[in-house]
Nanobody, 123 residues
Framework: QVQLVESGGGLVQAGGSLRLSCAAS???????????MGWYRQAPGKQRELVAT???????NYADSVRGRSTISRDNAKNTVYLQMNSLKPEDTAVYYC??????????????WGQGTQVTVSS
């Protein structure tokens, strides 16, 4: 199991910026490696949606709604993923969740989620 601790959410005015961080740590000895990590968000009354993902090798993928305004990056040595969000809009308001894929000693792929961090963008 991998524990994920998110930080960096908060209240910001439209047009502002935020940087989210998510630190992953293995909670048991069954974790061999942490693979792709990503950010998802869920606004009230809506389904959880992908924001951005990044593989261990640094390949990235973005939702159309944030492409060009957000940058995902990671520090593999720290097992930490970041999401820099610029030009924030009120529609970016949501709870942002971190997700990590990991492989067990038996070669099975799992994933875990963080508790979420609230991002609120005021107009």
């Amino acid at each position: 199991q991998v524990q994920l601790v998110e930080s960096g959410g908060g209240l910001v005015q439209a047009g502002g910026s935020l940087r989210l961080s998510c630190a992953a740590s293995a909670a048991s000895g069954s974790v061999i490696s942490i693979g792709a990590m990503g950010w998802y968000r869920q606004a009230p009354g809506k389904q959880r949606e992908l924001v951005a993902t990044i593989t261990g090798g640094g390949s990235t993928n973005y939702a159309d709604s944030v492409r060009g305004r957000s940058t995902i990056s990671r520090d593999n040595a720290k097992n930490t993923v970041y999401l820099q969000m610029n030009s924030l809009k009120p529609e970016d308001t949501a709870v942002y969740y971190c997700k990590a894929d990991w492989v067990s000693v038996r070669g099975v792929l799992f994933n875990d989620w963080g508790q979420g961090t609230q991002v609120t963008v005021s107009s």
